[in-house]
């Protein structure tokens, strides 16, 4: 039988956070950014308490660390992941006995307990400090023994050294310990927490209106990109597309000779998943792309979209694969009454799945291969949970580093599922969230509950799907409006370029998509336009580079500003705060009376202090709580402001006086 | 190789509620309360699910039900258990693939799908629906095979037919079921959920002052506690005082030999903490006290403390279980510089705490087999919490309807644990929560949070432990006040009845007790004084019986009356509705205007309702949201009204006209 201490404790853990449904599902990080854990731990009586953290990179070192008390039983300790991959944190806890009988002994003392009574107590404290020497290496063994002979010999000064804590603290058998589960942290690269997207399709890149471009001429963009400031270059697929039911323009079902169809139609007798497109210069353009894109500073993110278009080669040399109608024929894709006969989904569920799966985890280590780990994953909310769960678990081991993006527009349990089963970013709902309770609302799920620990927005104000009616009646107020609240509510967001920066208005008169929409024909765009947002996005994608609070998600505060219309808020880290006005009306100036709570800003009453205007480019100097904003969409629809919590010297500020 | 479904499953539960700390403890519910089982489950795609739960009493049946979807990927059943013990319940879910079918089949036809392929799609239906038939017993089977003939032949109306879901679904293979690890239920008896306690000391019960009663005497006073409405009267200690340190009036360090000695210093050489004190008429007094309170509709309640007085007999028979101090002494209960030498603590990690446990289990036990099942426990916390859940395990398997009252008066993580593992009432901070803010705020956490699920508040406005400076400065108006909150606020409450009734409120001046605490001496009471708060006791025990809105816990609303004195609240359950209104000022009058949110309450803006006054006995109309109330606590500082949703005939209102 073992002995008491090993079959129940006096202490019980009572909450381990952060954590995700009950630690079943990693918390995410980004490499750098603090996982500060907080537990709750408890014992009968008044015996005091250690807490260690111990911090486990898996297939790597252990690091422990002792957390500290912070009040109300709980306990808090910080560590900061420094690499990608899997962490496991774990809270171990055990009754601190020394210290218990110290803190005791010295209650004792000071509250003038007889010298009889002091020197019995010593004996008991000598017998504890004796049962931790048992641990001690020899030197220090030697040095406890000396504390316990001072005890044994009635000095009660040796008692209230301090050195005793900390000589034996490390060497206490840690009788009675208990452990809580093990909870998982993914560590990610940090742009995936923090970038920004720019999609565009690179058939579209030429500069004679309707040819078709190849990644070749798409390279030539890329140094615009890189100078608007964006970080993540995201084409829709590459591949080979389809003929059979090739869908032309506007998503006409049948298409006309000269009409490229629809990228997410993959696949001919030419190549499937692992192909690029002829007319897009073939896998060595795709590599000359990358090596362009790498020699800027840009990374490349290839849409992964697992469906077939009729013409796929898997669709002979795998069958298997594809669900049948009872005619024998192919299962295309179809949402009764719609159907989309230009795509048959695989079938997950086949007797073949094993060969299946691991053919479609193929595709991603393919293009893993040749240097491409960032991926937006096409409508994954269609496919099986547990296949996402199995293949991003293996890609993921294999590259630490890679970034999957779930494109799920779905309801809320699987978007957040998703995410919890390993996606690193995840399209949202802010597309549809226009109005100032919408947003508010929206962030604050976001960023103030467990959702935080998750699930990564990243913010679109467009797609090639999606034109909102907000945007398509908005026009250029309503576009920069948007186009700040993704860049800086969130701090990974990303935008379907080109027909944005061009201000394209035009709704499809049926859906809410763009007409003439690019996904079914090829567009010409002006790819260095003063007039256009061009200059906007870089401005923006500087400032959010500027400064830390933009790259970041926990702290927004929404502010008062007594106007529906006018949103306010400001993101903090360490001394960086900036503040953020926009008007939601693109049509008329608003008017509003902002409230600052300069307490939580780090700001005093009755001093004064400045603001960079970091879109106008102009200086203010603020005092006081209230402040009446006024923006004009036609002149400008929003205010980014720097915050400085100190006032520069008076030499700066001539331009004031 | 098992099936691909047997393997993974295209089915995520993403959460089961109610549950507690992640199901690692039980909920609670009283016999007759319901569990609103609430489930998240995603799938893949377009397809429906079907969702189960299913219900075991441990040791007893099992029950099955259906879930709802109720949107948003949730589903919701509920269950009423209707006998006391331990209960699991679970989710399992399962793709609906018949009617997955036939609602898409609906969709193609609906949409109008040609004939031919409608015809194909049937097919598809006849492969699900023989797969099914394999389940079915011989009479079902051959009608579902009829339908199968039906679909092959071509037959789109018996797809149709609504009877077929009802005579498949109980026969659906239900091919990659998960299901949800199990939540354990305890199901307590009533009296846990809504019960009055009253506590008295039995020695104080005498006619004659100063004289020390036996519990004959205590018995005599039952049927006037019986009149005043409480269910449970709860003596402290009963058993032999010891006589070593014996405290004397007043917590005095020496007693005169003729004072009684505090009932929590237990045992002498005459027995222990399964005996009755000599001076009490030993333990056939306390089954002739069991068996009055037993006719009277009584349920009697034991104090259990464990810890022993010196002259304890475990002290020489088993000296093991105490700690030691290292000149051989036992160790007494102390809190440095604080000494308490009149009690010995057990030593709950002795060598031979198997045998300490078990003795200290026996003691409830032993209690048990005398017909007495409810016990309020003394200082549960300054215990290993393992032995509570170690013990009220093995307790509550004996007997399920035994309930056991925490007197844990410490922080607040302790309180909740003791809570999930297995006491099923507590003590709360009630007792020191005076102001409106307060009040509500404790209220919702106890009632809108998820401590609601374990944690069953007993509120007591004053203890032998405890008058609050709010009851001793306040007088008659404080008391009635607390007391009504106490009553009414929570389900279980309880009082410490003689000097409450009479309104005693002297403090000890260094503490916040009672001076001359009944604790160290006996007092002698008027049991029948028609000047005390008996009549508000039994009047408001009245009200409580014959509402049920003041039965429970879950539903209470509170209003804003434009006044901090001044709270308000109502209680709801079905058509009965109770709405409160208190002043916490017991000097002046307080004046407010009360908003009742009348959709809310079930009411209507421009429809007279009735209030009848539970106190006054009165009866008012009103109409409208918005009402002045004014309390004067010289004549009634609360006022408890029943809301009549409809009003009654005309007839009833002629004292109105």
Known sequence: MKSAQDRWSRIYITSVEPRVHNGSWPIKRAIGQPVHVRAGAIVDGHDRMCAQLRITQIG???????????????????????????????????????????????????GGAPEEELQVELLDGAAILESYAANAPLAELTQIMAFVEAYRSGNVEAALDPKT????????????????????????????????????????????????????????????????????????????????FRKGKDNHPTARPDEPGSPWAIGTEGGGHTSVHEDLGGMEALDRFVATADKLGLRVALDIALQCSPDHPWV??????????????????????????DVYPFDFECKDWRALWEALKNVFEFWMGRGINIFRVDNPHTKPLAFWEWCLARLKALDPNAIFLAEAFTRPKTMYTLAKLGFNNSYTYFTWRNTKDEIVNYVRE??????????????????????????????????????????????????????????????????????????????????????????????????????????????????????????????????????????????QEQKGTLTLPLEAMGLADHTPFQLDDLLGGNNYIWQGRKHTIRLDPKVMPAQLYRVRKRMRTEADFDYYN
């Open 165 to 244: 804590m900390a000589l034996v603290r490390r060497h206490d058998p840690q009788l009675g310990a208990v452990e809580s589960e093990a909870i998982a942290v993914e560590v990610d690269h940090p742009l995936a927490a923090c970038a920004a997207w720019y999609e565009f399709f690179p058939r579209s890149a030429a500069d004679k209106d309707g040819q078709h471009a190849t990644l070749d001429d798409a390279a030539r963009r890329l140094p615009g990109i890189r100078d608007m400031g964006f970080d993540v270059v995201y084409l829709p697929p590459i591949h080979p597309i389809g003929y059979q």
């Open 446 to 587: 976001l960023t103030r509950t467990n959702v935080v620990e998750y699930f990564r927005p990243n913010f679109w104000p467009n797609t090639p799907d999606i034109l909102h009616e907000y945007l398509a009646t908005g026009g250029r107020p309503a576009h920069i409006s948007r186009f700040v609240l993704a860049a800086t509510l969130s701090p990974v967001y990303g935008v379907y370029g080109p027909p944005y920066e061009h201000i394209v208005c035009v709704q499809h008169p049926d859906r809410e998509e763009y007409a003439d929409n690019e996904k079914y024909e090829i567009r010409n765009w002006n790819w260095n336009d003063p007039h256009s947002l061009q200059p906007l996005f870089a401005r923006v994608n500087r400032i959010r580079r500027e400064n830390p609070a933009l790259q970041q998600l926990r702290e927004i505060h929404f502010l008062n500003t007594r106007n529906p219309n006018l949103i306010a808020y400001y993101k903090v880290a360490d001394a960086n705060l900036v503040l953020c006005v926009v008007t939601l009306d693109p049509y």
């Open 316 to 341: 002979t040399s795998n069958p298997q694969w594809f669900r049948k109608r009872a005619d024998g024929t192919i299962r295309y894709a179809e949402n009764p009454p719609k159907k989309y006969q």
């Open 60 to 110: 790597g070192a252990t690091e422990e660390l002792m957390l500290t008390p912070s009040g109300n039983d709980e306990y808090t300790a910080t560590f900061v992941p420094d690499s990608p991959g899997r962490y496991a944190y774990q809270v171990r806890a055990w009754v601190d006995r020394y210290g218990s009988w110290q803190h005791q002994f010295n209650r004792r003392r000071e």
